[in-house]
């Protein structure tokens, strides 16, 4: 092996080269390129290569540039180093060998004539007027960013919101009875409807009836309401028991009592059932638990008429015929908010599944009002007069719209965008 010590350099070399294998050759032209190959020896290749084979190196790679769309990038511009009475054929001819062939036409449509300083314009964003305009192209973006009129994305067609129910259901002996919550649909498609002493199920999927319990002479039904999962329902009776049916094999589950006088409202959670009674109590049960009830909650001065567990079983809101909505949560039996702007007995309750803390709540006769509440920090943050006794809210799951169901005077249903409380739906029934 040589022994003699190799002097460093700048270029990292293979095993088997070294500088002086190297000859650089240089071809000039009339036109301001070079090219520069690397030619070795054939003594040094044949160090790298097979003994049979002799072989050369160079570091030139060209790509083939048709479809590279290099007109985009700014290379030719206005102030072409062509000068007058200059060689223009032989211009356009390099820069077809160097560009393309449809480089040429683009250049000839844009009227410039010539290559610019490439340290100027390179990689400068152009138009491509080959292609379909983008919406994010600058000639649609334009200066500023201010999108054309022209290329704006076209209004959406308004909604088709039907007009007319999809079905109509026969429900005799309906209780005309404000303060009760007699219509519950089930996350399984089941409708549950309270009809005097009896519950009635209908199954939207075949239009089947079917009776699941009837309370006898003495009782009537004056609140249903489903579980979560859609297997169980609760029903609360005139005479301050709630029963816990259920549903597909139409057997009762669970009879409870603590009320006074009629349950005319019932809410589950995940885990417990609350019910409200005209005793001005709300009783908290577990089915787990052999009691009636395990907690009551004391704070309205007239009969619960509205109750709504929270999305995350946090905090439960109630309304009253004494005008109040209170909020409580699990770890007291005192109220944590009290909210009495209304001016009439709040049954309409909904908690928004779109943004935490967003209580709506609409009220009787006398107020007409849904109201918009932050339950974080107590505050109203909008309202709007509907006109009409609001009876029913519910937040649509897909879109921050809601829905409100309307008594007298005007006996509507409408829809309302959150939050610009605009009407999408007003429709008299």
Not at 186 to 205: D, I
Not at 228 to 237: K, L
Not at 279 to 302: A, C
């Amino acid at each position: 092996m040589d022994s003699t010590p190799r002097r460093k350099s700048g270029l990292n070399l293979p095993s088997g080269m070294n500088e002086t294998s190297l000859r650089l050759e240089t071809f000039s032209s009339s036109s301001s390129f070079r090219a520069v190959t690397c030619v070795s020896s054939p003594r040094a290749i044949s160090s790298l290569s097979s003994p049979s084979k002799t072989s050369s190196c160079s570091d030139r790679f060209i790509p083939c540039r048709s479809s590279s769309r290099l007109h985009t990038f700014g290379l030719i511009e206005k102030g072409s180093p062509v000068k007058e009475g200059g060689d223009e054929a032989y211009a356009r001819l390099l820069k077809s060998e160097l560009f393309g062939s449809d480089f040429g036409s683009f250049s000839s449509a844009g009227g410039q004539g010539g290559l610019s300083s490439p340290n100027k314009n390179m990689l400068r964003f152009k138009t491509d007027h080959s292609g379909p305009n983008s919406p994010y192209s600058p000639s649609i973006l334009g200066n500023g960013c201010r999108v054309s009129s022209e290329s704006s994305t076209p209004p959406k067609p308004p909604r088709k919101v039907p007009k007319k129910p999809h079905k109509v259901l026969d429900v005799p002996s309906l209780q005309d009875d404000f303060y009760l919550n007699l219509v519950d649909w089930s996350s399984q498609n089941v409708l549950a409807v309270g009809l005097g002493s009896c519950v009635y199920l209908w199954t939207a999927s075949n239009s089947k009836v079917t009776r699941l319990c009837d309370l006898g002479h003495n009782d009537s039904v004056c609140s249903v309401q489903w579980t979560r999962e859609g297997s169980y329902i609760s029903v609360g009776t005139h005479e301050g028991q709630v029963q816990v049916w259920d549903g597909t094999q139409c057997k009762r589950v669970r009879t409870m009592g603590g009320h006074q006088t009629r349950t005319g409202v019932l809410a589950w959670n995940s885990r417990t059932l609350a019910s409200g009674s005209r005793d001005r109590h709300i009783l908290q049960h577990d089915l787990r638990i052999s009691s009636d009830y395990i907690s009551k909650l004391v704070g309205h001065k007239s009969e619960v008429c509205g109750l709504k567990w929270s999305h995350d079983d946090r905090e439960l809101a109630s309304g009253g015929n004494d005008n109040q909505l209170l909020v409580w949560n699990q770890h007291s039996q005192l109220p944590i908010l009290k909210l009495t702007e209304h001016t009439a007995a709040v049954k309409a309750i909904a908690w928004s599944p779109h943004q935490s803390g967003l209580l709506v709540s609409g009220g009787g006769t006398a107020d007409r009002c849904i109201r918009f509440w932050n339950t974080t920090n107590g505050h109203q943050l909008n309202h709007v007069d509907t006109g009409s006794q609001v009876c029913n809210l519910a937040w649509s799951k897909n879109v921050n719209e809601l829905v409100s169901t309307h008594g007298y005077s005007q006996n509507q249903i409408m829809v309302w965008k959150y939050p610009s409380l605009s009407k999408v739906l007003a429709k008299s029934l």
